[in-house]
C-alpha cells in the first residue's frame, strides 16, 4: 500500500501533543527548526491525567512507544524523519519496543505487535525483524484476507536483502492461493534458491502444487492434445480419487479420442462421487449417442435440460431425436430451442434440416 496502510484508522486512536522544540532537542538529542507533534496512544495519557500527573512530566517512553507506532502505520507521516532521527540517537528504543512486541504477540494484539515492528524495521532494518515482521503479516493475513496487500508491501520490502528467503516463502503461498501457480513455483523454487529450508512442509507445499500445475494443465490441453492431457490427469487418481470434476475431464479426454466407452466408465465414477454434475450427465448423453445408444443418451440429455433449460443440451436432443427417426420430437425441441435462443448457428442448421423433412 506504499505509506498509508491496513492500519490508518488507528492514527485515530492516538493523541498528538504540540511539543516545543527545546524540550525535543533536550530529550532526543537532535536538532529541530520547528516545534512537532508529538504522538502518545490516547488511553495511556488519560491514564497519566487521572493520576494527576502534569502534561509536562510524560515520560518519555510513551513518546518512544508513539512514535514507532505512527511508523508502523504510516511510513510517510508527516513528522515521519524527524521520529526516525529521533529513534535512532535514542538506541535503548529498539530493546524498549522489542519488549512491547514480545507482549502483543503473547497477548495475541497481532495487529498492534506488527505496527510497533513495522515501526522498528525503519530504525533497525535487518534481516531478523523482517522475518519476524513477514511471520507477523502471515498470521494477520490468514485470519483476515484483505490483508494481503500489506503482507505483498512487507514481501517486496524484505526482498531488497540479498541474504533473505523466506519473502519468497510466504509470496509463493498468496499466489498458489490467487490461483497464479506458475508463479507460486517460480517463487518457492527461488526460495530455495536462496537458502530456504527444505522442510516437510515446504516438500508437501511443492508436490501440491506439482499436482496443482498438473491438473490446470490438462484440463487447457484436453482440446488440444487429450492424449498428453490424460498422461497429466489419469496419475492424480492416485491423490485425488475422490475429486468427481477429475473423472469427468479424464472422460472428456477419453470421448475427445473416440473411447467412448472408457469416457462412460469414468464418467459412471464421477457420479458416484457426485450425483449433481449435470455436465457429466450431459456428457453421457453425448458418450452414448457417439454409440448410437440413442435411446440412453436422450434419457440423459432429457435429465441434463431439465435442470440447465441450456440451448447447447437442447440441440443435442434434437440430434439425438433426428438419429433414432423421431421427427416429431425433434420438432418438438426445436420449437423449445428457438425459444431458448433463436439466433443460435446450430438452431438455424437444425431448423433448416428439419423443415427438409417437412
Not at 536483502?161 to 523466506?166: G, P, T
Not at 445408444?293 to 435440460?305: E, N, P, Q, S, V
Request: proline share 1%; charged share 30%.
Amino acid at each position: 500500500m506504499h505509506g498509508k496502510t491496513y492500519f490508518t484508522e488507528k492514527l485515530s486512536n492516538l493523541l498528538f501533543l504540540d511539543i516545543k522544540k527545546e524540550k525535543l532537542m533536550k530529550l532526543f538529542n537532535v536538532y529541530l527548526n520547528e516545534n512537532v507533534y508529538m504522538p502518545i496512544k490516547s488511553v495511556k495519557i488519560i491514564e497519566n491525567v487521572k493520576k494527576g500527573d502534569s502534561l509536562e512530566e510524560i515520560p518519555v517512553f510513551l513518546f518512544l512507544e508513539g512514535m514507532y507506532y505512527v511508523l508502523g502505520i504510516d511510513e510517510n507521516f508527516k513528522y515521519a524523519d524527524i521520529y526516525r532521527r529521533m529513534l535512532l540517537n535514542m538506541p535503548s528504543s529498539i530493546n524498549f519496543i522489542k519488549s512491547i512486541v514480545f507482549n502483543e504477540v503473547k497477548k495475541e494484539n497481532y495487529a498492534d505487535a506488527f505496527i510497533f515492528l513495522k515501526g522498528l524495521v525503519q530504525v533497525e532494518e535487518n534481516v531478523e525483524n523482517y522475518d519476524k515482521l513477514l511471520s507477523l503479516a502471515d498470521t494477520i493475513r490468514y485470519k483476515d484476507k484483505s490483508f494481503k496487500n500489506e503482507e505483498l508491501y512487507v514481501i517486496e520490502k524484505a526482498k531488497l536483502f540479498d541474504n533473505i528467503s523466506s519473502p519468497y516463502l510466504y509470496e509463493a503461498v498468496i499466489k498458489r492461493e490467487d490461483g497464479d501457480y506458475d508463479g507460486a513455483m517460480f517463487s518457492i523454487n527461488t526460495y530455495l534458491a536462496k537458502g530456504g529450508e527444505k522442510t516437510l512442509e515446504v516438500s508437501e507445499f511443492i508436490h501440491s502444487l506439482n499436482n496443482i500445475i498438473s491438473y490446470e494443465r490438462g484440463k487447457e490441453l484436453l482440446y488440444e492434445d487429450a492424449d498428453g492431457a490424460l498422461k497429466l490427469l489419469i496419475p492424480l487418481l492416485e491423490e485425488y480419487g475422490d475429486d468427481a470434476a477429475l473423472y469427468y475431464y479424464i472422460a472428456v479426454g477419453y470421448r475427445i479420442l473416440n473411447n467412448f466407452e472408457k469416457a462412460i466408465y469414468y464418467l459412471n465414477e464421477a457420479l458416484a462421487i457426485d450425483d449433481a454434475l449435470v455436465e457429466v450427465v450431459n456428457e453421457l448423453g453425448i458418450n452414448y449417442a457417439s454409440l448410437e445408444d440413442y435411446a440412453t443418451a436422450i434419457k440423459y440429455l432429457r435429465k441434463a435440460f431439465e435442470a440447465t433449460k441450456s440451448v447447447e443440451i437442447c440441440t443435442n436432443l434434437i440430434m439425438c431425436y433426428l438419429n433414432s427417426g423421431d421427427i416429431q420430437q425433434a420438432k418438438n425441441h426445436l420449437e423449445i430451442a428457438k425459444k431458448l435462443d433463436d439466433k443460435d448457428e446450430v438452431v438455424i442448421e437444425l431448423d433448416k434440416i428439419l423443415n427438409n423433412k417437412a
